[in-house]
């Protein structure tokens, strides 16, 4: 392990901002954003940003494409940037996890480049989580907030940061700050670990349990009865699923420049009424099959899917930002009470 | 903070349930914290019983749910609105959203709705249990003890500029009505006024980049009724998810401000539930703070059937030069 004293950090963070884009924790009026490093700003003490790592690795809205239409010639231009590589500094354990469960979404086959190349070139230092919100759930997925993955994993003590890296990539990262680390830290992060144990142990959505969802379950819990009471309120304004580390929808849209077509990729939302909408109509047609959708993908589709796993991370994001309250955790205790046999 | 307690709501829901006056209640649901209430509709008293909170996070405006509760409805439903509610509620009626005779209306006081993101900003996270005192709220954190906050520290935006504690439409009260109050909710768009254009749109550009269009400021409006949002339909030709600039969005919320002018009750709602933190009811107080100054004085929601003056022509209005002039000023 290498660690650094808490007040040198920021040079730490101007090494790494020496050979890589780099992307920090600041608090902003609307909370905690990942914001690009230059001297001066402040790291957040914020638990998490408001927004998950997701908008690195796929953001809300790109171009993926232009065409450019010339008498009878149509001429594709494939107008990506040579990418660079960048550094998140400061993911929690939850949003490194979210990584895992985009991967197998985005780089099975047919692998979705943009997504690939971005993951390709961006290393997470995650960050163990010192101190936990009340909406935290994470451990419900096996997650252990004090000791995250991630590229790189980063302790903060009380004099020092420690940072161990973990993946190749990591490693050679850390490498190049030999100059501003030094050897050591292991206690420091176990005593950091221990604390953050001990503080876990205390979140009240700790007994939080999914057992009883998962691969296969999608009859016994498809016509629940409990789904009318739980999306009664639901607004429909997908911020759920927009806050979200691990929702994954998106719509393909063209607009007509007059000399071609400008192809768009952005964000889509299963709580929206055109979503996937076909020429016979909404598929679901009501917000009670929009809401249903996407809790049985993250609790029942995806694991059936994905060899078990979920596909909820415990962030708690949805419990804080949406409009009426209605979350994740109610739906699965609510369901979870309720005899669906 | 709120005088009356749940018990007295539950008690008054169980009668008027048990002598068939209705037969289901729309109001709050408890959450898994304090803070986290959803609008609910109760059909079953143990569900009531249990389930049914009303207290300082009850902010929820729960008008606009009965559009859609009222529909299959077959007996009347019970609704519990605070005084700014029963403004939404009167104009959903002028619009006829929905069949008066479906719902018995109780009106209940309210003391001022808390905002937890402010209670958040004060107190950290790791909020484990918040209690209401008489001016404020008592709140045990798992990292920072105990911390007491003051009312008007953590009172959501528009319950701070309360506009009236008087309910304009009830078929019931509990407690003594108040009184249409004087109040201070102009002062934020007069500064806006007194800024250069240029600053001005810097302000609102800061502020509306940070839309991520999830449109929850419309799915909650009471004014925004429409059966079909020209922003959800595919076919006309300005639905948009792609955003082409971090700025696009002020289009929609210019366009969403001028729907609702003269209709909008300034609820607050479009503030208090945005994710992003914007503060929408700025533009909307803007339309109702012009259309006092042109028309005279004109309270949306007031009362039933009331004809706004963006619809309603007479010929004392004012001209569109004099308009035009005035704004300048
Ligand atoms: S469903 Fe909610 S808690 Fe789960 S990962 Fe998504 S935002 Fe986080
Ligand atoms: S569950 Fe909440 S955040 Fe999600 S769409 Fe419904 S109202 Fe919006
Ligand atoms: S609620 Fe906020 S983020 Fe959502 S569309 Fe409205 S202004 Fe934009």
């Given amino acids: ?341 | 903070m709120q005088k009356i307690t749940r018990e007295i709501l539950i008690d008054k829901a169980a009668f008027l349930l048990s002598t068939g006056v209705v037969g289901s209640v729309f109001g709050w649901r408890a959450g898994e914290f304090d803070y986290d209430v959803t609008p609910a509709l109760f059909t079953d008293k143990t569900d009531l019983k249990n389930n049914f909170v009303f207290g300082d996070f009850c902010g929820a405006n729960v008008s606009k749910y009965l559009i859609k509760a009222t529909k299959n409805a077959e007996e009347k439903i019970l609704v519990f609105l605070k005084p700014c509610d029963t403004y939404s509620f009167n104009q959903l009626l002028t619009e006829h959203r929905f069949n008066r005779e479906k719902v018995y209306v109780v009106g209940i006081p309210c003391e001022g709705m808390a905002d937890v993101r402010k209670i958040k900003e004060k107190a950290g996270e790791g909020i484990l249990k918040i209690s209401s005192t008489e001016d404020g709220v008592i709140v045990d954190t798992l990292y920072n003890g105990t911390i007491s906050l003051k009312k008007e520290d953590i009172l959501l935006e528009r319950c701070k500029n309360c506009k009236s504690k008087k309910h304009v439409a009830y078929d019931e009260l509990i407690g003594e009505d108040g009184t249409v109050l004087e109040n201070d909710r102009f002062d934020e768009v007069a500064a806006l006024e007194a800024m250069s254009p240029e600053e001005r749109f810097n302000f609102w550009q800061n502020e509306l980049s940070r839309c991520i269009r999830c449109n929850a400021c419309r799915d909650v409006c009471p004014a925004c009724t429409c059966e079909k949002c020209v922003f959800d339909n595919p076919e006309s030709g300005v639905e948009n998810k792609a955003a082409y600039n971090s700025f696009e969005e002020k289009m929609f919320h210019i366009i969403r401000a001028f729907h609702v002018a003269g209709r909008c009750t300034d609820c607050g709602e479009c503030s208090r539930v945005c994710p992003q933190h914007i503060p929408l009811h700025l533009l909307n107080r803007k339309f109702i703070k012009d259309i006092n100054q042109f028309y005279g004085e004109y309270q949306a929601g007031e009362e039933v059937g009331s004809r706004a003056p963006l619809v309603n022509y007479t010929k004392e209005d004012i001209e569109p030069n004099d308009a035009v002039n005035k704004g300048d000023k």
């Fill in chain 1, 1 to 341: 392990m290498r660690k650094c004293k808490v007040e040198n950090i920021y040079t730490l963070l101007g090494e790494i901002s020496k050979n890589a884009k780099l992307y920090i924790p600041v608090d902003q009026v609307n909370g905690a954003k990942f914001t690009e490093y230059a001297e001066g700003l402040t790291l957040s003490n914020a638990l998490k940003t408001e927004r998950s790592i997701k908008d690195f690795f796929f953001p809300q809205t790109e171009n993926l494409v232009d065409f450019k239409v010339s008498g009878k010639i149509i001429e594709i231009i494939d107008n990506r940037s040579e990418m660079e590589d960048f550094v998140i500094f400061g993911a929690r354990a939850c949003d490194v996890r979210s990584m895992e469960i985009l991967d197998r979404v985005f780089l099975s086959e047919p692998v979705d480049t943009y997504y690939a190349n971005r993951r390709a070139h961006g290393i997470i230092i995650s960050m163990a989580c010192n101190r936990p919100a009340e909406t935290c759930f994470c451990s419900t997925f096996g997650i252990d907030a004090s000791k995250p993955a991630g590229d790189i994993v980063c302790y903060k003590g009380e004099n020092e940061y420690v940072f161990e890296g973990v993946t190749e990539k990591g490693k050679n990262l850390l490498e190049k700050l030999n100059a501003v680390t030094e050897n050591g830290g292991e206690d420091t992060a176990k005593i950091v670990q221990t604390e953050i144990k001990t503080i876990l142990d205390k979140l009240p959505l700790k007994d939080v349990k999914a057992d009883k969802f998962g691969k296969d379950k999608t009859d016994k819990f498809f016509n629940a009865p409990e789904w009318k009471t739980l999306s009664e309120a639901c607004l429909g304004c997908g911020t759920c699923t927009f806050v979200c580390p691990t929702c994954q929808c998106y719509d393909i849209k063209d607009f007509n420049t007059n000399s071609g077509v400008k192809r768009f990729r952005c964000w889509d939302s299963c709580m929206y009424s055109d979503f996937t909408r076909m020429s016979a109509g909404q598929p679901r047609p009501t917000q009670l099959e929009r809401f249903r959708q996407r809790f049985m993908h993250k609790l029942v589709y995806y694991p059936t899917n994905n060899d078990g796993i979920f596909g909820c991370v415990g962030c708690g994001r949805c419990l804080s930002r949406c409009p009426i309250s209605m979350n994740i955790v109610k739906v699965m205790k609510k369901l979870g009470e309720g005899d669906n046999e």
